[in-house]
């Protein structure tokens, strides 16, 4: 198992920019049942999570493209078993909210729904996980929210730079079916199968393509603004799916582990595909407890 272990960076310098909160989408996933889902020990060289069980967490868990709150369901269920606060949110036009999907919906609107999360739901001291997708809106977050996140870690992630959209890491052809839709006037892109993202079991294979929904096509295309609050952050830590073929995610992984400021972490892939809270749930459970300690 390839491990990077690198001490964080102390503290936090600078502050993001203050963003009022606009009063459309308070949304909480409310747990109805607390699972009793056990941590397996791991024979991996994992450490034992340097936290006290007795000491709580708050996480807010973002999910990415075509997914929804609803992909950390073993995650939640772990961390709340625990007695952890988490929070799951689904972005506008996706899963539970997929009937709010408009031509309206881009990158800004899913950045505006994790920063009014944090302000309805007066969030601090916050561990926050961002997968995929999430890398971009949770980077775009962070402008906002700063003050109120002491640790981040990005799941098989995009680290987008200030500038740029999503749409500019796509190899070229890939931009030309991205524009062949966009011109067709297809407000959403289609959900990828499960097996693309090489999730390991066919009951999870199922369950995952049973749940995706379009992915707001308008979110590829949105310049995001940043000023470096993500890199500000004190506790950094980028998990990679190590057997899923994907060269952002790649380069992410190296650069992070070249960076002191960064923890890392190679999860193999005989253990996940790129849904780490889907097919490792009690190691990704284990890892983002360790980011909060």
Sequence with gaps: MSINRKSYAKGRAGSGASLKAVP???RRLVLTGASTIAAATLTSGLAAPAVAQTSRKTFVLVHGAWHGGWCWKYVRDILEAKGHRVYTPTMTGLAEYSHML???????????DITNLFWWEDLNDVTLVAHSYAGWVCSGALEN???????????DAFLPVDGTSAYDTNIPQQQAKLDELRAAGLIARPPIPAEAFRVKTQANIDWVNAKMTPQPMNAVFTKIQLTGARERIGKKLFVRALGFPQPAFAKNYEDTKADPTWNTYGVPEDQSGHDIMVDAPELLSKLVEQAAA
């Design 24 to 26: 459309r989408l308070s």
């Design 102 to 112: 408009s031509a309206d919906v881009d990158m800004d609107t899913h950045i505006q």
């Design 145 to 155: 929210v700063e003050k109120q996140v002491s640790s981040l870690v990005m799941v």
